[in-house]
């Protein structure tokens, strides 16, 4: 069927809300539950009635309407988020940089697209599952400056013959995902002999997230950059701009410039900082929405007069009956080094006789960072498969005497293991315990990236 406008198609659309996929299905499909990409097609097939294709131009050509069946989940915390990244076409590295990016294959095929959600949930059938909501997806002119930055910085890429270092984590919202059915789906590339991953162009999961709550829930964000300010300059020139009228001030000098609290053993004293001096006064970081929509986590340094790191930087607590099992393109550590970008905000003690508490803090500026594909597929992946086995066979717990205590010892990787990350407890005692998956307990252990890679990445 030809659907002759726009609103002839949303029309269809929004009429599938509140129906199953069970009710929509005419083809039998849903009945093959191990099937990738089916949910998709019964829309395509069973509900608009054409037939199922991989043609470059959009779904609905006349329109020029690309068509995309994606979901959603509820968290634990109430929130809702989109299930994953919207993964979009393959990119041809030896045609794609032939392009600019009007003329791109990423443009001419998802220019606008009709997202159609259904909520997922763990324990059903996905007969069950059902559409929820159904937008027609323009870009919002800041957001499409930014993915044009995103698009030239995945074709520079491949110009300088580097796809096989292509990594979600280059980009802000257009990401070039992995897209194969294992590691072993290489394609050639145009400026070097080295095949490279096939890939994707994809809308990150964060930024699928940050229209979800948008359009599902009506949640307000707040920008702090113009699609004016885009057209002359890239995100991070405008993050520098916000931020570097105070480097080297103390934070004395940034309050009374500013109004912030200076305060800064306060949990919130980071947000307040950054919330302020992109000038944007009370507003949560993940309410900030070129943050929340480019998966940008918030990491606080603070050196020593020396210039190294105070301390390591640590990330989340590791959760053994995971990691036991999971395979490593599905590990939290591969997904978050890949898919996350850190502004690190870095602070420096002043030079003094002696390391008081009391020392004045000097804000030294930001680093927008985010781990080489490289490191993410060589140390990253050792240090994954070292702990795995570790966990496995079973993680050494020796109890040793310490002044006038008992503490118990293991055999993870600690600092200075190899260079890049460790794991240690992060834990309120050490009765703060976890389990391990053979039943015994040991005190919670978080992963940490090493103070002298963080001191690099800095001075990189």
């Known amino acids: 069927m030809i659907y002759e406008t726009k609103e002839e198609l949303l029309t269809k659309a929004r009429l599938a809300e509140g129906k199953t996929f069970g009710e929509i299905d005419h083809s039998g499909r849903i009945e093959n539950e191990k099937a990738k990409g089916q949910l998709g ?36 915390n109430g929130t809702i988020s989109a299930k994953e990244r919207l993964v979009l076409n393959i990119i041809n590295f030896e045609e794609e940089v032939n392009n600019d990016f009007e003329t791109s294959s990423f443009w001419k095929k998802n220019k606008e697209i009709l997202m159609m959600f259904y909520e997922w949930l763990p324990d059903i059938s996905r007969t069950d599952f059902k559409v929820i909501k159904s937008y027609l997806h323009q870009y919002p002119e800041e957001d499409l400056e930014i993915i044009k930055q995103d698009w030239h910085t995945i074709v520079e890429k491949i110009k300088n013959g580097l796809a096989h270092q292509l990594s979600e984590g280059d980009t802000n919202y257009l990401g070039a995902c992995p897209k194969g059915a294992n590691k072993n789906s290489l394609r050639n590339q145009p400026f070097s002999d080295i095949r490279a991953m096939q890939r994707a162009y994809a809308l990150k999961q964060s930024y699928m997230t940050a229209i979800v709550r948008k359009v599902i829930n009506n949640q307000d964000f707040v920008k702090f950059t113009t699609s004016s300010e885009l057209k ?70 603070r050196l020593e007069p020396s210039g190294i790191p105070k301390e390591h930087m640590s990330f989340r607590n590791v959760n053994f009956n995971e990691w036991s099992t999971e395979v490593w393109n599905d590990s939290w550590i591969k997904r978050y080094f890949e898919e996350t970008k850190l502004l ?21 500026g930001i680093k927008l960072w985010n781990m080489p594909i490289a490191e993410i597929e060589n140390r990253l992946y050792k ?26 010892k293991n055999n ?49």
């Not at 690190?344 to 030294?364: A, D, G, S």
């Not at 600690?414 to 976890?434: E, F, M, Q, V, W």
Request: hydrophobic share 35%; net charge positive.
């Open 232 to 301: 002359q300059k890239t995100f991070l020139d405008l993050l520098n701009d916000k931020f570097n009228p105070y480097v080297g001030l103390t934070l004395e000098e940034v309050s009374s410039k500013t109004g912030i609290n200076v305060n800064y053993k306060s949990k919130s004293f980071l947000q307040e900082f950054i919330s302020s001096l992109l000038g944007i006064k009370g507003t949560k970081l993940d309410q900030i929405e070129e943050f929340a929509k480019a998966n940008i986590h918030v990491k606080t340094v």
């Open 41 to 76: 097609q019964i829309i395509e097939e069973s509900y608009f009635g054409y037939e199922v294709n991989s043609r470059s131009e959009a779904d609905f050509s006349n329109l020029g309407i690309e068509l995309k069946v994606t979901p959603i989940k509820k968290n634990k």
């Open 383 to 408: 240090f994954w498969y070292y702990v795995q086995n570790l966990i496995n066979n079973g993680i050494e717990l020796k109890p040793v005497k310490q002044k006038n205590r008992i503490i118990v």
């Open 344 to 364: 690190i905000v870095v602070f420096q003690y002043e030079e003094t006789k002696n390391q008081n508490p009391n020392r004045e803090l000097i804000f030294k």
């Open 412 to 460: 993870l990787p600690g600092p200075g293991y190899n260079g890049i990350c460790h794991l240690r407890p992060k834990a309120k005692d050490g009765s703060d315990k976890t389990m391990l998956p053979d039943g015994r307990w040991i005190t919670k252990q978080a992963f940490w990236l090493d103070r002298e890679y963080i001191s690099d990445i800095i001075y990189k």
